[in-house]
């Protein structure tokens, strides 16, 4: 199967996809874009070299062995990771003659951003772009049927509980930053808020691919493999709130919690094991954090590598390929300064380009921008 064919034009329909990213790419999250272990111009500078090239052929091959896009969607973990596809193009901003797609066509790189799109009307059930402020992946009966006979854990004015629930959450949180690189996405989704009746919204946690390289007997992370999970899910239920998420995963949340239940590779924990869970959870991550302590920049572009290509792994699977990186992709390491130069001639050039600007004629000059580098 190939794209499907939508409502707008090729290009009107990846000009709102980047009019939704552009407020982002100026502000950041909430003024703090990512630094660590490089400015997301950094890391996406690499990802030029790579990411996109393999994406496009390996969806390009499960098609033409009749996999279709919806499937192929279901393989690609949650749709923010997908979303910072559309960041790759970025470091055009700092290196003008870079190619934001190496190894595609002109027409094979446009191609490679609508697939993004459409990979993302499968995973969102809501907006595409979350520009509502609501991440929805599921329909109301399949909320009813997760919710189901599940035994939920009140909050009441237990403070102990609310204190386990609050550290496991931000533990868990920067040890996905850890195990990705920086870009949590590939670990983690957050989304909702569904209504569940009596004023009541459900928001749901997701954090997976715990372990990443394990089930390849090639463990990414040794530190990992203490962690007894693969999948954590925290179910959260809040009363008269106010609940934003978007494309990126940044959330906000007012209200009260009314209760919760958390699941560790798919069974309900007890209060008990919580505990035990977030003990375990902050010896992991801090182990991990003495594991990368004298991390070089070379270091950290061989995990990154490693990282992307592990997450095409199922992908490659059903095409009986091995989704290790070819081993001159590693040349990588040496390109440092390369990266580092278009991430500070980045800094240099945004200015300039949306100075005096209202908001919306920032979007509109940043999104015209990236819409150009395609076409």
């Known amino acids: ?79 923010s990771a997908i979303s910072h596809w559309f960041y790759i193009i970025e470091p055009t901003l700092g290196d003008p003659k870079l190619n934001p797609f190496e190894g595609l066509t002109k027409k094979e790189g446009r191609e490679f951003i609508e697939k993004t799109i459409e990979l993302l009307t499968h995973q969102r059930k809501g907006d595409n772009f979350c520009r509502d402020m609501k991440n929805i992946l599921l329909s109301q009966d399949e909320v009813n049927k997760m919710l189901g006979d599940k035994e939920f854990i009140e909050m009441n004015n237990d403070s102990e509980i609310k204190k386990i629930l609050c550290n496991l959450t931000m533990t868990l949180w920067h040890y996905t930053i850890l195990i990705q690189a920086g870009h949590r996405a590939y670990s983690q989704e957050f ?58 995963n940044h959330y906000k949340i007012s209200g009260e919690m009314v209760n919760f239940f958390i699941t560790g590779d798919g069974d309900s924990l007890s209060k008990k094991e919580l505990k035990t869970l977030l003990k375990v959870c902050t010896a992991v991550i801090s182990e991990g954090n003495k594991t990368i302590k004298n991390f070089s920049s070379s270091d950290w572009v061989e995990k990154i590598i490693n990282l992307r290509y592990l997450w095409l792994k199922p992908h490659k699977d059903i095409l009986g390929k091995d989704w290790k990186p070819p081993r001159n992709i590693f040349n990588l390491t040496k390109k440092i300064n390369e990266a580092k130069k278009a991430g500070e001639q980045f800094e240099k050039n945004i200015i300039p380009l949306v100075s005096g600007l209202s908001p919306n004629e920032v979007v509109d000059k940043i999104a015209q921008l990236f819409v150009n580098k395609i076409f």
């Open 1 to 79: 199967m190939g794209i499907r064919v939508l409502s707008m034009s090729n290009r009107e329909n990846i000009l709102e996809a980047y009019k939704a990213l552009a407020k982002f790419v100026v502000f950041g999250a909430r003024g703090q874009p990512p630094i660590w272990p490089f400015s997301i111009i950094e890391t996406n500078w690499y990802y030029t070299k790579f990411f996109p090239y393999e994406i496009y052929h390996t969806i390009k091959e499960l098609e033409e062995k009749g996999i279709d896009i919806e499937r192929i969607s279901k393989l690609c973990w949650g749709p």
């Open 191 to 248: 989304h909702g808020p569904y209504d569940i009746g009596e004023g009541k919204s459900l928001v749901i946690k997701e954090f997976f691919n715990l372990k990443p390289g394990a089930s390849a007997h090639d463990i990414i992370w040794r530190f990992s493999s203490k962690i007894p999970y693969e999948e954590i899910k925290i179910f959260e239920i809040y009363k008269n709130s106010q609940i934003e998420i978007d494309m990126f």
